[in-house]
């Protein structure tokens, strides 16, 4: 229970965070005013946190499960001390301060109180372990990919509109948030469990959906070099990987 809450909280302020970054405040045709140095280092260091924080869980929790709950509590206190600096150095946005300060350093504190409660985990299969670690190193390199390219596109999109194309917009702002990273970290944290596999199937509504979108739309070209690169490989390996995590391995299960 414990484990689950850890992972859970973890990973929510990167959930939600969706969910501010959906709000609009118009445009802007006039100069705004840099943030100082300081805030840039408060701000991106408590982001950089929030988003590793996930990834060290998953990966404690597959290779070094017994030393989880103490180095996953270690981190996660970092991680709310790094966001608590956000408090007194706020970083302005053009439309304000940001919104929702005060989520993560709940979401943090949370995980930080779960992880001291939570019980060394069992070894998890070698195997099983591998895939996770690939299924989250798969969709972590995408993520990467997309933040950083120079257009900030990865792959090929079909050509939308409409509804299709703000489901669009929402999948690829999900991305660029590490939603699916988190997701995926969630599943490996939780990769003894029977429920883990069934994380995968999330990974197909990023990895079907621009096919789909394709399918049903009204649009009769995509302008990609095939139909086969409309599908986010990357998404689809690792879902499958997820999938076919438990099979023919040991069952085993943890209580936390």
């Not at 070209?221 to 689809?236: A, R």
Request: charged share 10%; proline share 8%; glycine share 6%.
């Amino acid at each position: 229970m414990f484990r689950v809450l850890a992972i859970l909280a973890a990973t929510a302020p990167q959930l939600l965070s969706l969910f501010f970054m959906l709000e609009s405040c118009g445009g802007f045709f006039y100069a705004m005013a840099e943030p100082d140095p300081l805030e840039i280092a408060v701000g991106r260091s408590a982001g950089y946190a929030s988003t590793l924080l996930p990834l060290v869980l998953a990966f404690l929790a597959l290779w070094a499960p017994r030393q989880f709950p103490k180095v996953g509590a270690i981190f996660a206190a970092v991680t709310l001390a790094l966001n608590a600096l956000t408090l007194a150095v706020p970083y302005a946005t053009p439309c304000g301060q940001t919104g929702g300060a005060w989520l993560p350093l709940v979401c943090h504190a949370i995980s930080v109180v779960a992880l001291l409660r939570t019980r060394p985990g069992q070894p998890v299969p070698r195997p099983r372990a591998a895939m996770w670690s690939a299924a989250l190193l798969l969709v972590l390199s995408r993520a990467l990919v997309r933040n950083h390219s120079s257009d900030g596109i990865v792959g090929c999109w079909p050509d939308l509109r409409g509804t299709w194309a703000l489901a669009q917009m929402h999948l690829d702002t999900a991305e660029a948030l590490y939603v699916w990273v988190c997701v995926v970290a969630i599943g490996a944290v939780l990769a003894v469990h029977r429920i883990a596999p069934f994380v995968g199937l999330a990974l197909l509504v990023p990895g079907l959906f621009p096919l789909i979108a394709w399918l049903t739309s009204s649009s009769e070209t995509h302008g990609c070099p095939s139909t086969f690169d409309l599908l986010p490989w990357p998404h689809l390996i690792a879902g499958a990987l997820a999938l076919l995590s438990r099979a023919r391995l040991p069952s085993r299960s943890v209580s936390s």
